[in-house]
């Protein structure tokens, strides 16, 4: 789907560029007199500008857009990142009591039954 997406800009580009391309060949090629053609590719090349600044604001569109969606998946990264410190976090504290509780000798399984035994 991504591919697609960025699959646009290029393909718009592509197309622009090779209209103009195939412009400038058609009038080439194309049974005018000079002049004529001179007059045509003068029109063409003062078109020039204006596409090449339309493919620059369509690639400028598209990378905004890969920028956000980046900026999107690195935050969901970092907020799966955090959970998994804060579940890490949990479960060394955890292993720890447990080692206490084996160094102390006390080697009870049931939380429950701690409980009764600490009171």
Do not use: C, Y
Request: glycine share 10%; hydrophobic share 35%; net charge negative.
């Amino acid at each position: 789907m991504s591919q697609q997406q960025g699959g646009g800009g290029a393909f718009w580009g592509g197309l622009l560029l090779g209209s103009a391309i195939g412009t400038v060949v058609g009038l080439l090629i194309a049974p005018r007199s000079g002049k004529e053609t001179r007059q045509l590719l003068r029109k063409s090349a003062d078109a020039l500008p204006e596409l090449l600044e339309d493919i620059t604001a369509s690639f400028e569109q598209h990378r905004d857009r890969l920028s956000e969606t980046t900026q999107e998946r690195w935050q969901a990264t970092l907020e799966r990142l955090k959970e998994a410190i804060a579940v890490g976090i949990e479960v060394t504290q955890q292993q720890r009591q447990t080692l206490r509780r084996e160094a102390n000798g006390m080697t009870l399984s049931d939380p429950d039954e701690e409980d009764a035994v600490n009171q």
